[in-house]
């Protein structure tokens, strides 16, 4: 009995186990998809971009070294200086042996020069060039982000279109299996009643025929739900796992209704995309201070610190450190700065443009998605009486097919009707569930995805 026990508790955890939710499966996509890998990698990129761009605020330090070995010292001789003075003089004098015997030549450096300096220089003022090129590291870091939210909300899309696809093919599969089993019950009355000799051949035919397709129709709706499986575990990045979807395809008459204009307001304000064409004017103004930059001087500090081969009346001679501050300015730029200037300006006209079309594209699609579920909404509810309708004209057909006053034909048209209706409501519950994911995804408010439902 205990075995017993423990066999039926670890074959229900693992059913639950598999059992998964629209959000669950949410997490699983958003841990493990690669796209969104991907922008989550370029962000990190663009973020050490941006730190070091805060780098150009620190001074520059440099550390030089050098060894050399001259073919012969550096040397001052006096003696040939004195000849070749006296001999520039238009009237040379006569030379004293005793002085210029005596003057031999004087090492001003031995032959191995060893060298190193330190380097620092410190800008105090570039144009505004520094907070320029911070700026765009950051505007290229909030692009990222907004890069990110997109794929995240474009892939939520996708999921609810892929996950809530399954549901749809399974639903179709059972509605079409029901089918394929009415048919098969029928076609054994109509055997049974054409051996009684109370119905003609023909309509057995019918419903063989009936059957027939039935079953061509089931097998071609297993077909979509394996393809639409495996597309969900493509999304999910997981081909071992098999799990059971918990979620329903169904529209509540108790979900929260849905009001445009918040919802477009919403989308209007937080959506990535438009978010990301602000960046981009921000960036194309960033850009035009950094090419006027390239106008402006450029002043800076400088020092130095040297070390010499002191060994040596040369090295002994040179100063060991100096400092002073410098300016730079470009009189005539060869690169097309000032057209590059102008192109900036230009860009930000240009952007205002595309967000304002931006603004107009995306109402457009808020308004039309929302009229689209609204529309699904009232449709889905609508079918309600012709499901109730086609049940009972179905049980009529059947009853008066038994009795001998309905013909084979119009039992399968009956049945068909109302597989017809069940699997239109199941669609529409399907379009409304994309509308809400697609509005959710556009107004970046997808945990309230499940209010609507």
């Known amino acids: 009995m205990i075995k017993k026990i423990i066999y039926f508790a670890g074959f229900f955890s693992s059913v639950f186990a598999n059992s998964l939710d629209f959000y669950q499966a949410w997490s699983i996509v958003e841990a493990n998809n690669h796209a969104i890998k991907a922008e989550q990698i370029a962000m990190q990129k663009t973020e050490k971009l941006k730190q070091a761009n805060i780098m150009l605020y620190l ?199 849905l009001i445009l204009d918040p919802i477009l307001k919403t989308t209007l304000d937080s959506y990535p995309a438009l978010k990301s064409v602000d960046i981009k004017s921000k960036q194309a103004q960033e850009l035009t201070k950094l090419e006027r930059s390239k106008f402006l001087p450029t002043i800076a500090l400088f020092g130095n610190y040297s070390y010499h081969d002191h060994n040596s009346i040369l090295g002994k001679s040179l100063p060991s450190w100096f400092v002073g501050i410098g300016a730079k300015m470009t009189l005539l730029d060869n690169t097309g700065s000032y057209q590059k200037y102008q192109a900036g300006k230009v860009a930000q006209f240009e952007i205002s443009e595309r967000k304002k079309q931006a603004i107009k594209d995306i109402s457009l699609l808020v308004e039309k998605t929302y009229k689209e579920a609204i529309q699904a909404k009232k449709l889905y509810f609508t079918l309600d009486s012709s499901i109730a309708l086609a049940e009972e004209n179905l049980k009529l057909q059947e009853k008066a097919f038994a009795q001998g006053m309905a013909t084979s034909s119009q039992v399968i048209d009956a049945r068909n009707l109302l597989s017809k209706a069940q699997i239109e409501q199941k669609s529409i519950a399907y379009k409304y569930i994309l509308s809400v994911a697609k509005l959710m995804a556009l107004s970046n408010s997808i945990y309230d995805f499940k209010l609507y439902q």
């Open 59 to 257: 001074p520059r330090i440099e550390l030089t070294a050098g060894y050399a070995y001259l073919g012969s010292p550096v040397q001052l001789d006096l003696k040939s200086g004195l000849e070749a003075l006296n001999s520039s003089l238009p009237y040379p004098l006569p030379p004293i042996p005793q002085i210029t015997d005596r003057l031999t030549p004087l090492d001003l450096s031995n032959q191995h020069i060893m060298t190193a300096s330190l380097k620092i220089i410190y800008p105090l003022y570039t144009g505004g060039a520094t907070y320029a090129a911070n700026r765009l590291g950051k505007l290229a870091f909030e692009d990222t982000q907004e890069a990110l939210k997109l794929k995240k909300l474009s892939t939520f899309e996708q999921l609810a279109n892929v996950y809530y696809g399954v549901l749809l093919n399974q639903e179709i599969l059972k509605t079409l299996q029901d089918v394929e089993k009415g048919h098969k019950l029928h076609l054994e009355n109509a055997q049974k009643l054409q051996k009684a000799g109370q119905i003609a051949k023909i309509e057995t035919l019918s419903a063989q025929v009936a059957y027939d397709r039935a079953k061509n129709d089931t097998l071609k709706a297993q077909d979509s739900l394996e393809v639409s499986k495996l597309a969900l575990q493509n999304l999910l990045s997981d081909f071992d796992q098999h799990y059971t979807l918990s979620s329903k395809l169904v529209i509540s008459k108790h979900a929260k209704e």
